[in-house]
């Protein structure tokens, strides 16, 4: 993706997400693109109310568990120290 896209709402309100795709040039030849555009319908949009009182507090839910992404860093971090080891134990000596 050469470039980022656009994410807004159209002129009824629902939410959009506008990407230009597949332009190129190619030996000086400039080929058009297309643009693509996504969209959730009326339909599947759903809107939540809740009340909260002065004394609590609401934290929404995260579609990942926390604890899942905590471990899943701890073993990337691991795996990359362990690779650094093995790299520098496995040089062989200058001559």
């Known amino acids: 993706m050469a470039t980022e896209p656009a994410v807004g709402l ?5 939410p959009r997400i506008v990407e230009p795709a597949g332009s190129a040039t190619f030996w000086g030849a400039y080929e058009p693109g297309y643009l693509v555009a996504f969209g959730i319908s ?7 109310t809740t009340s909260v009182s002065a004394t609590s507090t609401v934290a929404a839910p995260s579609g990942f568990p926390a604890e899942a992404f905590y471990s899943a860093v701890g073993v990337a971090v691991i795996f990359i120290i362990a690779t650094g080891v093995l790299a520098v134990r496995r040089r062989k000596p200058v001559s």
């Open 10 to 14: 159209d002129a009824n309100g629902n």
């Open 42 to 48: 009326p339909s599947a949009v759903t809107t939540v």
